[in-house]
């Protein structure tokens, strides 16, 4: 009865969340219940102490990498540096592939540290544009921005500043490049699959005679962004910088913060009473918020004008996106701690341990049952290491495999089954393109099949191969 309970709030919560209302609100009314169900007289203390508690422990934590990347996004919009980019992909994989073009942008301000919903946001424009010049079904947009953003991108390329890639190295002490050639063989994999399905998706479209407005698509105004094609090759040059500096100082930085910091910070020392601070525990963090002020920056100084002039504006909608993306997370966070505390999740929690004793298995079969619950990647990795994280050290011990192993299988698995339909990042995607989940969700969900499946495939790799 216990793990119905569970399944009853996860499947209220996605119902609702496939109806179109706001998980902010309806993630602790679908806890709560839960909790109603399993002892009345539980439902104050868990709503004060585990849901509340859980949320601003994820809000203190990850905020400023939500704001930095929405604000490192509005300024790559307003500055023309996401345009120059779209218009160098364009020339050099082709008009024609429409869909690569978008994957590939979307990959790269990704890879950048901009936030997955604002990368959206700054995307669809030139996705609608090609789409509707390239006459491939408007629905399809959703999948493919999935493709780009949510998947080899967030978790699988060594050096990803995106959260879900952050949160492991507080656990595992490790660092944002960990295992990269799991990471890299992890990618390549989603992304040729991927791109076959997409493709395969467009055909079958093309033969049904299925073009841009078909569907039943919303109608829209159509929208026309200017593409210089005769841009300079010193100004296309300039485009990449702030992205690759973000990258590279990134990887600079989590070796220099460490000595900057050997021993910690020691609050007491200064006559404050605060926790003390571990280094290896906040390295990932600190980074990843250096190197994006820095490319917000040097994206500044790309193109000063435009910003100026709109940057009152442009920065407002990137907090309020910033504000709506963490709540989401932080929310669904609360909801995965609160179902995590219930009877049914040790029932469900003890099962997987005793058919998957291998601590990878174990990791990437829990992190994805708890990022399917929470319907959030970063809530679902971030409430699996708080419980399980000293549990797999001993394992990984035990069994003779690199923390970096772990930190990239779990950090891989995170983004497999969150995108369900109460995902607050698929929730805000179609409500950008203006499609439905009966509309555009299955391409998603596709996606999400195949990013699953990547993680149990470079387990499989590092079991024979030992490939780190």
Same mark, same amino acid.
């Given at each position: 009865?216990?793990?119905?309970? @569970?399944?009853?709030?996860?499947?209220?919560?996605?119902?609702?969340?496939?109806?179109?209302?706001?998980?902010?609100?309806?993630?602790?009314?679908?806890?709560?219940?839960? /909790?109603?169900?399993?002892?009345?007289?539980?439902?104050?203390?868990?709503?004060?102490?585990?849901?509340?508690?859980?949320?601003?422990? #994820?809000?203190?934590?990850?905020?400023?990498?939500?704001?930095?990347?929405?604000?490192?996004?509005?300024?790559?919009?307003?500055?023309?540096?996401?345009?120059?980019?779209?218009?160098?992909?364009?020339?050099? /994989?082709?008009?024609?592939?429409?869909?690569?073009?978008?994957?590939?942008?979307? !990959?790269?301000?990704?890879?950048?540290?901009?936030?997955?919903?604002?990368?959206?946001?700054?995307?669809?424009?030139? !996705?609608?544009?090609?789409?509707?010049?390239?006459?491939?079904?408007?629905?399809?947009?959703?999948?493919?921005?999935?493709?780009?953003?949510?998947?080899?991108?967030?978790?699988?390329?060594?050096?990803?500043?995106?959260?879900? *890639?952050?949160?492991?190295?507080?656990?595992? %002490?490790?660092?944002?490049?960990?295992?990269?050639?799991?990471?890299?063989?992890?990618?390549? +994999?989603?992304?040729?699959?991927?791109?076959?399905?997409?493709?395969?998706?467009?055909?079958?479209?093309?033969?049904?005679?299925?073009?841009?407005?078909? +569907?039943?698509?919303? %109608?829209?105004?159509? @929208?026309?962004?200017?593409?210089?094609?005769?841009?300079?090759?010193?100004?296309?040059?300039?485009?990449?910088?702030? /992205?690759?500096?973000?990258?590279?100082?990134?990887?600079?930085?989590?070796?220099?913060?460490?000595?900057?910091?050997?021993?910690?910070?020691?609050?007491?020392?200064?006559?404050?009473? +605060?926790?003390?601070?571990?280094?290896?525990?906040?390295?990932?963090?600190?980074?990843?918020?250096?190197?994006?002020?820095?490319?917000?920056?040097?994206?500044?100084? #790309?193109?000063?004008?435009?910003?100026?002039?709109? +940057?009152?504006?442009?920065?407002?909608?990137?907090?309020?996106?910033?504000?709506?993306?963490?709540? *989401?997370?932080?929310?669904?966070?609360?909801?995965?701690?609160?179902?995590?505390?219930?009877?049914?999740?040790?029932?469900?929690?003890?099962?997987?341990?005793?058919?998957?004793?291998?601590?990878?298995?174990?990791?990437? /079969?829990?992190?994805?049952?708890?990022?399917?619950?929470?319907?959030?990647?970063?809530?679902?990795?971030?409430?699996?290491?708080?419980?399980?994280?000293?549990?797999?050290?001993?394992?990984? *011990?035990?069994?003779?495999?690199?923390?970096?192993?772990?930190?990239?299988?779990?950090?891989?698995?995170?983004?497999?089954?969150?995108?369900?339909?109460?995902?607050?990042?698929?929730?805000?995607?179609?409500?950008?393109?203006?499609?439905?989940?009966?509309?555009?969700?299955?391409?998603?969900?596709?996606?999400?099949?195949?990013?699953?499946?990547?993680?149990?495939?470079?387990?499989?790799?590092?079991?024979?191969?030992?490939?780190?």
């Amino acid at each position: 009865m216990e793990l119905v309970i @569970i399944l009853l709030a996860l499947g209220m919560l996605m119902f609702i969340a496939y109806r179109g209302f706001s998980v902010i609100l309806f993630a602790p009314i679908c806890a709560l219940f839960a /909790v109603f169900l399993t002892s009345p007289d539980f439902v104050l203390p868990f709503f004060s102490n585990v849901f509340m508690g859980k949320m601003v422990e #994820y809000i203190k934590l990850y905020f400023p990498i939500f704001l930095l990347g929405a604000i490192f996004g509005k300024v790559v919009e307003m500055s023309g540096l996401a345009r120059s980019i779209a218009t160098t992909l364009i020339q050099l /994989v082709g008009r024609k592939r429409a869909m690569m073009v978008i994957v590939l942008l979307c !990959a790269i301000l990704t890879y950048s540290g901009i936030s997955l919903v604002v990368v959206a946001f700054a995307v669809y424009p030139f !996705a609608a544009n090609l789409f509707r010049k390239s006459n491939i079904p408007k629905r399809l947009i959703p999948g493919t921005i999935a493709l780009g953003s949510f998947t080899f991108t967030m978790d699988s390329l060594p050096g990803s500043p995106q959260v879900q *890639n952050v949160i492991p190295t507080t656990f595992f %002490k490790t660092d944002l490049y960990a295992a990269p050639t799991l990471g890299i063989i992890g990618a390549i +994999f989603i992304f040729t699959l991927g791109m076959l399905y997409l493709n395969s998706r467009r055909k079958k479209a093309e033969k049904a005679g299925e073009g841009y407005d078909c +569907f039943g698509t919303i %109608k829209e105004k159509q @929208i026309e962004v200017n593409l210089d094609l005769q841009e300079s090759m010193a100004r296309k040059i300039l485009a990449f910088v702030p /992205v690759v500096l973000v990258g590279v100082l990134n990887k600079v930085l989590t070796t220099l913060i460490p000595t900057w910091y050997p021993n910690g910070f020691d609050f007491s020392k200064i006559g404050l009473n +605060f926790p003390n601070i571990e280094t290896s525990q906040v390295v990932g963090i600190w980074s990843v918020e250096i190197a994006l002020i820095v490319g917000i920056l040097t994206t500044i100084l #790309y193109n000063r004008k435009p910003i100026v002039l709109n +940057f009152k504006d442009g920065i407002n909608v990137g907090i309020a996106g910033a504000l709506l993306a963490i709540m *989401n997370s932080a929310t669904e966070y609360g909801f995965g701690a609160v179902i995590s505390s219930l009877p049914g999740f040790t029932i469900a929690r003890d099962g997987i341990s005793k058919l998957f004793v291998n601590p990878l298995l174990n990791g990437a /079969v829990t992190t994805n049952v708890l990022s399917a619950i929470s319907g959030s990647a970063s809530a679902g990795i971030a409430i699996s290491l708080g419980i399980m994280a000293d549990k797999y050290i001993e394992l990984a *011990n035990q069994f003779g495999i690199p923390l970096e192993v772990m930190h990239r299988v779990i950090s891989m698995a995170s983004g497999g089954m969150d995108t369900l339909p109460h995902n607050g990042a698929v929730i805000t995607l179609l409500a950008i393109t203006g499609l439905t989940h009966k509309q555009s969700y299955r391409d998603i969900f596709a996606v999400t099949i195949i990013k699953t499946i990547a993680a149990f495939f470079i387990i499989g790799v590092y079991l024979v191969t030992g490939l780190v």
